[in-house]
């Protein structure tokens, strides 16, 4: 016999289970896309990292002076030598330089480590929880690798995945890392570590508190007075 109301029923839970494989569909999304997916991306996670609204103007790109600089950053007591490509990334180079002279990052912990292959440790927030920033946002991309390969020694920008959301988080490479690209790009390469990278791998060889590639460096990672001329 012929039950009207079959269809109907068979129709609504269709519906049903449309709505709910939509639903885990936003929720994925929400994981990989949201604040950032470090195995293909290296971002923040603030609103205000994110592009919102900034307190104030970013530096004048003119701080860079079109050149390079040369100098120092505390790391854990260390120093690291560092190269500043003001001539390639000057916008980013700006900023970093108002920050270094400001001790913006006296004190502030390196919040997130990978390995495995994908060897960043992520520094420059003054919150240490990757949601953190200067009250101000730039872009865009510069000066990001062709082939899209940050080589050991690499100082770059972290971002979001959009183009002007640069902010005071930056990553310092340990091991050769590729990065894919987004629609905003790759990742602006500031810079260079010229010494001291050994630090780094110190911390790196620690792993993270989770035991995961990805997540809080178990050792201490914490930055102190940079200066450059």
Do not use: Y
């Given at each position: 016999?012929?039950?009207?109301?079959?269809?109907?029923?068979?129709?609504?839970?269709?519906?049903?289970?449309?709505?709910?494989?939509?639903?885990?569909?936003?929720?994925?999304?929400?994981?990989?896309?949201?604040?950032?997916a470090l195995m293909s991306k290296v971002g923040e996670d603030s609103d205000q990292e994110a592009g919102g609204a900034a307190d104030v103007a970013a530096p004048d790109l003119a701080k860079?002076?079109?050149?390079?600089?040369h100098g120092t950053l505390e790391f854990n007591g260390a120093e690291l030598g560092v190269?500043?490509?003001?001539?390639?990334?000057?916008?980013?180079?700006?900023?970093?330089?108002h920050l270094a002279q400001t001790d913006f990052f006296v004190?502030?912990?390196?919040?997130?480590?990978?390995?495995?292959?994908?060897?960043?440790?992520?520094c420059g927030d003054p919150t240490g929880t990757g949601t953190g920033g200067p009250g101000y946002n730039f872009g865009p991309v510069e000066n990001a690798p062709d082939n899209n390969v940050y080589k050991r020694?690499?100082?770059?920008?972290?971002r979001t995945n959009k183009p002007n959301s640069h902010g005071s988080q930056f990553f310092i490479v340990y091991g050769d890392t590729t990065i894919g690209r987004d629609a905003a790009g790759g990742y602006t390469v500031m810079g260079e570590i010229t010494s001291?990278?050994?630090?780094?791998?110190?911390?790196?060889?620690q792993g993270t508190t989770s035991g995961a590639q990805d997540g809080e460096p178990v050792a201490p990672a914490v930055l102190g007075a940079a200066h450059f001329e």
């Open positions: 016999m012929h039950n009207p109301q079959a269809k109907p029923a068979v129709a609504a839970n269709s519906k049903k289970m449309v709505l709910l494989i939509v639903g885990l569909l936003v929720a994925l999304g929400v994981i990989v896309g949201g604040g950032m860079a002076e079109g050149r390079q600089w190269t500043l490509f003001g001539d390639k990334a000057p916008q980013a180079v700006a900023s970093f330089l004190d502030t912990k390196c919040h997130r480590l990978t390995t495995g292959g994908f060897d960043i440790l992520q020694g690499t100082l770059a920008m972290a001291g990278l050994d630090a780094v791998e110190n911390v790196a060889e």
